[in-house]
């Protein structure tokens, strides 16, 4: 790193001690006690008032649209309905290949997977009728009569391709949703 004229003469003034301080603290420790990360390199000539694009427009909000978790408008917590038992399971597309011969760029990890699968047990609902879902790309509401489920996924999924089935009898919802990620190394 070379250093320019500049930039010597402003080490060697942080670095000089003041000689018109009379305080004993500043003899003590030798003036460099009003030194600090502050002071290394050059002094920021820009005000700090300057309002920058990001400002939010209404000074009354407290959050900016992109702050606020996607789904978050369904969290109530005034509710009284309990949520129901899940489960998130992964799905992904093995062939022989992968399996015996191991030729694939598949592993047993979630980034592996094509599809999620969302098990909503919800006991005394009798039809699919009275369940209400709403499937966001970061969020899933699942609500009946008896429970109410506002569940952020864990992935981002295309919710328009999504697929519901209802179990009947065992009164489980089985919600399949297709996980969408950019292609990398293991997903393409």
Known sequence: MALNSVDIMALADMLKPEEDSD??????TGGYAK?????IGPTNTQPHSETSEKTVKNMKEIWDEAEVAEGSEFDSVYD???QPEYDIIYKQTVTPEDMFLQMGNKNPATASCEDMVVK????GTSSMS???LDVKPKFLDCRTPAF???????HPVDH???RAQWDKKT???VVTLRLSRDFDFINF
């Open 23 to 28: 305080s004993d603290e500043d003899i003590q």
């Open 35 to 39: 030194l600090g990360p502050g002071h």
């Open 80 to 82: 009284p309905r309990p």
């Open 120 to 123: 909503v047990e919800l006991p």
């Open 130 to 132: 009275d369940v209400q």
């Open 148 to 154: 109410k489920l506002g569940l952020h996924l864990p």
């Open 160 to 162: 328009k391709s999504g």
């Open 171 to 173: 009164q489980t919802l």
